[in-house]
């Protein structure tokens, strides 16, 4: 099993898309997990101009890199939230227009539909090795957030009664559930990354969140480690429940104190990157996530999609770390046995 190293773009949107595709190639990289701001994937564009996606192929091609999933954190964060000032710096003006929440909200799952069509069309115009690659998978992937309307209630003071937890997966299962109809009926899967202010984030509340959307098959996760570990929620864990609705994965590491920090677990409203943090954001091979175990896993279930690096180190030059990155992930990939170990005494 060889899985394509890819890199996510969302940490380099300020790059144009030919110019990260070409430093993307020489950092050791096969593919870009496109993601849909920057000028790196415009689903606008994508629907209404009838060249765009044979356009961006051929801009990926020229560059030597291909592409194996869509990703649309931003505008899918907005479809569950609260709304408020922060959201204006993350969507698109046509999304947050006059900023009142319910409509943001509804604008941002319409996008999330029409994301849903643009992939179909994108990975339609693809050249044959991804459609080859996407066959082995067996599905086409955008990725994303979901927002929730209860991560404020994680800290059950004054009291939060079950009845408003319930009421919050319950709004996820109404919004999101006629979006992931359109995700059908385009033949998509959108992969929510479990992370801390979604509806999902731990293996507790993906349980919950599956629950709400009456375990849609178009339903499934982008499995990134370092959003688990540090909360001390089991990476292999998370893989054995859920590893056949793992439609993505992201390479990305953690490291954690054991020591007592002045900055709990919850970041004490400081910026990444602070020495009295009890944990941060490592480039891969960094922190302390057991990558082999992963592999392991992945290989048991049959994971065949790219391992996509999501490049975040507060301590570290990007382009040195996205480039050890590359390597690191070549290096702790392996294909599952094809035979018992023990075979060759009974030949």
């Known amino acids: 099993m060889t899985r394509p190293v890819s890199l996510f773009t969302g940490q380099w949107a300020d ?10 190639k020489s950092f050791g990289y096969d593919a870009l997990e496109l993601a849909c701001w920057g000028d790196h994937f415009d689903v606008a564009h994508a629907l209404d101009e009838a060249d765009y996606c044979k356009r961006h192929w051929e801009l990926l091609s020229d560059c030597g890199v291909r592409s194996f999933a869509l990703s649309n954190h931003l505008v899918g964060q907005a479809v569950c939230d609260r709304i408020d000032e922060r959201h204006q710096t993350i969507l698109p003006e046509a999304i947050w227009g006059d900023g009142d929440p319910e ?10 539909v029409r994301t849903a069509r643009a992939s179909r069309k994108f990975f339609d115009a693809a050249p044959d090795d991804v459609k080859g690659v996407l066959a082995k998978t067996g599905r086409t992937v955008v990725n994303g957030f979901t927002g929730s309307s209860i991560w404020h209630l994680l800290y059950s003071f004054p ?13 996820f299962g ?10 059908a009926e385009q033949d998509v899967c959108f992969a929510l990354e479990v992370h801390p202010t979604e509806i999902a984030f731990d293996i507790a509340t993906t349980r919950r969140a599956l629950a709400a959307v009456g375990g849609h098959a178009r339903f499934g996760f982008n499995f990134d480690p370092s959003h688990l570990a540090y909360q001390n929620v089991s990476v292999v864990g998370f893989l054995r429940e859920f590893g056949a609705r793992v439609f993505n994965v992201h390479v990305k590491d953690v490291w954690w104190s054991d020591e007592p920090t002045a900055i709990g677990v919850f970041g004490g409203h400081a910026d990444f990157g602070d020495p009295e943090r009890a944990w941060d954001f490592r480039s891969p091979g960094r922190g302390r996530i057991d990558f082999e175990a992963i592999i392991r896993e992945l290989n048991r279930v049959g994971y065949a999609g790219p391992l996509s690096v999501e490049w975040e180190d507060p301590g570290m030059d990007r382009e040195h770390g996205a480039t050890a990155a590359a390597a690191f992930v070549r290096r702790i990939d392996f294909p599952p046995s094809d035979r018992a170990f023990d075979a060759a005494f009974g030949d």
């Open 15 to 24: 790059l144009s898309l030919e110019t990260l595709a070409k430093r993307a």
């Open 159 to 171: 009291p939060v009664t079950p009845a408003m937890i319930e009421e919050g997966y319950a709004d």
């Open 103 to 112: 409509g943001v909200r509804q604008r941002a799952a319409a996008e999330m």
């Open 174 to 183: 109404r919004r999101w559930k006629p979006i992931l109809d359109a995700f």
